[in-house]
């Protein structure tokens, strides 16, 4: 299992999707989800509309030092396929993009980004699923999957990045204790607001 922090290792609201948390995290080795959208014509580091001077994504790309850190591109507008894929070719990164709208996933599919399909109680069979090279498995209202599950879809071939309970506003403890059996399988990856608590849980360090 590998450990995505979710739009950085935070640790007050105001951090969210900020240097100081993305640094904190890659400073000690966990990945990261983060949001990105255009404005004015540039891609930048955005969950919600941007304004003022979002970090642009470029400048989020030049922090990463280890091309083996996951990263989990949500991505919140339309039309951003080429131009995404642009900043992160010859970067030799390990990245994906998740949550576009479903004739945009098709865009990103054509422009040969590494596509993962949203998996939750209202999408359990999702568009190019076949395509995709992994699954974005999600629970907004309680967790509807089990081990089998996901041992099925990492025996398939796909990676499976898991939603953490919490990140809805719910207990997170069981959803892990259930995960521990899959822990060491490597296409396995968990985003979570407690990336130190995880890797204490699961590794023990």
Request: a negative charge; hydrophobic letters at 45%.
């Amino acid at each position: 299992m590998k450990i995505l922090s979710h739009r950085g290792y935070w640790k007050t609201i105001e951090e969210k999707n900020s240097l100081i948390a993305f640094r904190r995290s890659f400073d000690l080795g966990f990945g990261t989800e983060t949001d990105v959208r255009d404005m004015a014509g540039e891609l930048v580091i955005s969950h919600d509309m941007p304004i003022g001077a979002p970090m642009p994504l470029g400048t989020f790309l030049d922090l990463i030092d280890d091309p083996g850190m996951p990263l989990a591109m949500n991505i919140k507008a339309d039309g951003l396929a080429v131009e995404l894929g642009r900043h992160f070719a010859g970067r030799g990164l390990d990245w994906f993009v998740f949550d576009m709208s479903v004739p945009d996933l098709r865009m990103h599919l054509n422009a040969g980004n590494p596509v993962f399909v949203r998996m939750s109680e209202v999408e359990r069979d999702p568009a190019w699923f076949d395509e995709a090279q992994g699954v974005w498995l999600d629970a907004f209202a309680g967790e509807w999957y089990d081990e089998a599950l996901g041992r099925s879809l990492l025996d398939s071939g796909k990676r499976v990045c898991i939603v953490s309970p919490e990140l809805h506003r719910r207990e997170h403890q069981a959803l892990w204790d259930m995960l521990a059996p899959l822990s060491g399988h490597e296409g396995l990856m968990l985003c979570t607001d407690f990336p130190e608590l995880a890797q204490e849980n699961f590794f023990g360090k």
